[in-house]
């Protein structure tokens, strides 16, 4: 069932309202930022590959088997993870474990699962 939207017919403006927006709104470096953040999270294997490293630190060939993808295609993926700064990583030897880069990632996932679990309720 598709929701209709509705829209507002008046055309008074609220400058109390706007003025409130305006001065807590971040500004617009940091909303591209923000934008280029969520743009990583759109990727499924991306959110895959974040999933599987909560729950330990891991090197390529786990996670390529774990996800059943090959070893290219999930390096390709945590060099974009890096580079937006959600994963690191450390050396072992010749093994890279990768790990996320810190607690803020696994707050963002719970809160968007909550956030997703609350829309199979309603």
Do not use: W
């Not at 999270?41 to 059943?68: N, P």
């Amino acid at each position: 069932m598709r929701e209709e939207i509705n829209s507002c017919d008046c055309n008074e403006l609220h400058p109390e309202l706007i003025s409130e927006a305006k001065n807590t709104m971040p500004q617009e470096e940091m909303l591209y930022d923000l934008a280029e953040l969520f743009k990583v999270f759109g990727d499924t294997t991306r959110v895959k590959i974040l999933y599987a490293l909560f729950s330990s630190e891991m090197c390529v060939c786990d996670i390529a088997d774990l996800l059943g993808m090959t070893h290219s295609a999930i390096s390709h993926q945590l060099r974009v993870l890096k580079q937006a700064r959600l994963v690191k990583f450390r050396k072992e030897g010749k093994t890279v474990f990768y790990s996320l880069d810190d607690s803020h990632i696994s707050q963002i996932f719970d809160c968007g699962l909550h956030h997703i679990e609350e829309t199979y309720k309603r």
